[in-house]
Each structure stands twice: as structure tokens, then as C-alpha cells.
Nanobody, 125 residues
């Protein structure tokens, strides 16, 4: 069973940047699609970004497109989410997810198979 561990969250001012990392243990990420979801206080979890097994194809929610960048390093068993131009409404717990499929679109269309514990991003105004 793969375990996912996120890091890189923290407190940042509006307009700032953070880089979230997600490292896998107990298995390899290289064959599977990966993604990020988030959950803001009092709201449901929502999809943020996804990436195919190879890293060639990436996908973003409307709110993330243009400001966030997902990437992966299969040799390091790690997925990243670069957050730029952060806004207070981006405050949330960000979760790394894995889908037992090579296609990033399956992250968007289905329920991920594995979730990390999350890392908190707080954006102050």
C-alpha cells in the first residue's frame, strides 16, 4: 500500500508563493496518475490539478490554471505543486492523491485511490 506524505505548506502573504511536495513510500508512483485536491474551511474537497504518469499531460481546475503548476519526478517518487500568486481564498489543506491509472483525466473524473494526510496552506491578506 502506497503512502503519500505532503510537505511545504505554511503561512504566506497575498501574492506569495509556495512549493508543495508529495513523496511516496511503500510503492512507486511512476506508473500512475497523480494529483492535488484541497479543502477550505467549511467547504468540500475540490480538485486542483492532475498529471499523467509520464508527466507529459497536466490538467488544472479553472481556479488553478495559470497560477499553479503540477510536476513530477518519478526517479524521486515525488510530485510537486507550485503555487504562485496566492490569494486568501486559496487557504486550504492541500492533499496529494494517486489514481491506479496512467491517465491524469481519471483523477478528475473519478475518486482517487490513495490520499495523503494533507498540508495546510494559509494565505494572509
Amino acid at each position: 500500500q502506497v503512502r503519500l506524505e505532503e510537505s511545504g505548506g505554511g503561512l504566506v502573504q497575498t501574492g506569495g508563493s509556495l512549493r508543495l511536495s508529495c513523496i511516496a513510500s511503500g510503492g512507486t508512483l511512476s506508473s500512475y496518475a497523480m494529483g492535488w485536491f484541497r479543502q477550505a474551511p467549511g467547504q468540500e474537497r475540490e480538485y486542483v490539478a492532475a498529471i499523467s504518469w509520464s508527466g507529459i499531460n497536466t490538467y488544472y481546475s479553472d481556479s488553478a490554471n495559470g497560477r499553479f503548476t503540477i510536476s513530477r519526478d518519478n526517479a524521486k517518487n515525488t510530485v510537486y505543486l507550485q503555487l504562485n500568486g496566492l490569494r486568501p481564498e486559496n487557504t486550504a489543506v492541500y492533499y496529494c492523491v494517486q489514481k491506479m491509472s496512467p491517465s491524469g483525466t481519471d483523477i478528475i473524473q473519478g475518486t482517487p485511490d490513495t490520499w495523503g494526510q494533507g498540508t495546510l496552506v494559509t494565505v494572509s491578506s
